[in-house]
């Protein structure tokens, strides 16, 4: 059995295009979308209209206009009905009519409530007609507001699979607080599943502190979600997180990612002309094959700068050790584990959309929007590869 397009859909779509040109586009998109949900209560059902089958669910019930408002304009949606659904068959509501409007529905009311709330500029007001295409009353923010938490808090207080590894990092975002702009912590981990290697956002939380108080609860969090098995946690030297780190999860190795620490040591290098050297010293250290080795690279390196960049061996001596944790692990997975830089990718796509709203008016807004921004990443990464080849260990 199958319900394919309707051929008229597809003319009707061609001739708004032919005569009305680029201005027609919400029209025409409006005309593929109602076919789309067409066809979606059909499958839905297990019966196409007036189709007699044995299996069917229920029956249509006619269309409900409704209005939805895009970028591209308004798009007047007839909305597909069914009744007379056996008990237990939940409802139907067309997937194709929410689906990829996740976070920029977060940025707009993340960008509205800045507006309703007076934190807003003309800039602001600006940016909000460029990029959502409308102006947003308060009404609009409460109902799109209540109905967006309630979905993303479902996907934080998620089950958690065993992870064979987790990577923990912070950013900051601005916030108005107490009459006056302040940096406000966003605490994100992701994990490797031990199962089947493909990495996931295990959770994201928002605070006005990055203290060890607030990494110790994001930790407990996750471990109360079913976060265990972990072997190896890989992030920069946050005080407050190793003190979390500690605290919750106290036999677990820690690694200190390499690249930051590449970054932290050029500033003990005394002169310029001696940055790229240490730099390359660093990385005979971290591209050992063995433990053993990088430990007598390590060795080799702070009697080279023993005399002449003394502050610089003291601080190697002490700190480089921390990233050589990877060396535990099998070979194939120390390339991607020794750094947090996969997680600070997922950091640079989160700012490609904060940076729109540039202030956000309270911890709420903010993680809404993140939580949005991950949530679409986190489906991106279900549906591609292995991350690391956990089973060929």
């Not at 699979?161 to 302040?182: I, N, P, Q």
């Not at 972990?230 to 999860?249: I, W």
């Not at 796509?349 to 729109?356: A, W, Y």
Request: glycine content about 8%; overall charge positive; aromatic content about 6%.
């Amino acid at each position: 059995m199958t319900h394919g397009v309707d051929s008229n859909a597809i003319e009707q779509v061609v001739e708004v295009l032919i005569d009305e040109g680029l201005e027609g586009m919400s029209r025409a998109f409006a005309i593929l979308m109602n076919e789309a949900m067409r066809l979606e209560r059909s499958r839905f059902l297990g019966a196409g209209p007036y189709e007699r089958t044995e299996g069917r669910l229920g029956y249509g019930n006619g269309y409900k206009a409704k209005t939805v408002r895009t970028r591209i304009g308004e798009l007047q949606m007839a909305i597909p009905q069914v009744r007379d659904l056996p008990p237990g068959c939940e409802g139907f509501y067309p997937r194709s009519l929410e689906r990829g409007l996740r976070s920029e529905r977060a940025l707009k009311v993340a960008i509205a409530e800045m507006y309703v709330q007076g934190v807003s500029t003309r800039r602001v007001q600006k940016i909000t007609e460029k990029l959502c295409g409308l102006d947003v009353s308060s009404s609009e923010v409460s109902r799109a507001a209540a109905l967006l938490d309630d979905e993303l808090e479902s996907w934080r207080s998620r089950q958690i699979d065993e992870m064979a590894y987790v990577t923990l990092d912070a950013r900051y975002e601005k916030m108005r607080h107490g009459g006056s702009v302040v940096d406000c912590a966003v605490l994100l981990a992701t994990g490797v599943r031990a199962d089947d290697g493909k990495r996931t956002v295990l959770g994201v939380s928002v605070s006005l502190s990055e203290a060890e108080v607030h990494w110790r609860e994001f930790l407990a969090s996750l471990q109360e979600r079913g976060l265990h098995g972990v072997k190896l946690v890989t992030s920069d030297d946050h005080k407050g997180l190793k003190a979390g780190l500690t605290a919750r999860m106290p036999g677990v190795p820690w690694q200190r990612c390499q690249f930051h620490l590449q970054r932290n040591a050029q500033a003990y290098v005394p002169k310029m002309s001696m940055r790229r050297e240490v730099a390359q010293g660093l990385r005979d250290v971290f591209s050992a094959p063995d433990r053993a080795e990088a430990e007598r690279q390590l060795g080799l390196f702070v009697d080279r700068y023993d005399e002449k960049a003394p502050r610089l061996a003291t601080w190697a001596e002490e700190n480089i050790p921390e990233g050589l944790t990877v060396f535990t692990l099998p070979p194939y997975h120390r390339t991607r584990m020794r750094t947090t830089n996969g997680l600070e990718n997922l950091n640079k796509q989160i700012k490609r959309r904060t940076r729109v709203a540039t202030i956000f008016p309270n911890e709420a807004s903010l993680l809404r929007l993140v939580t949005a921004v991950v949530v679409e990443i986190n489906e991106a990464w279900e549906a591609g590869g292995v991350y690391i080849n956990i089973k060929s260990v």
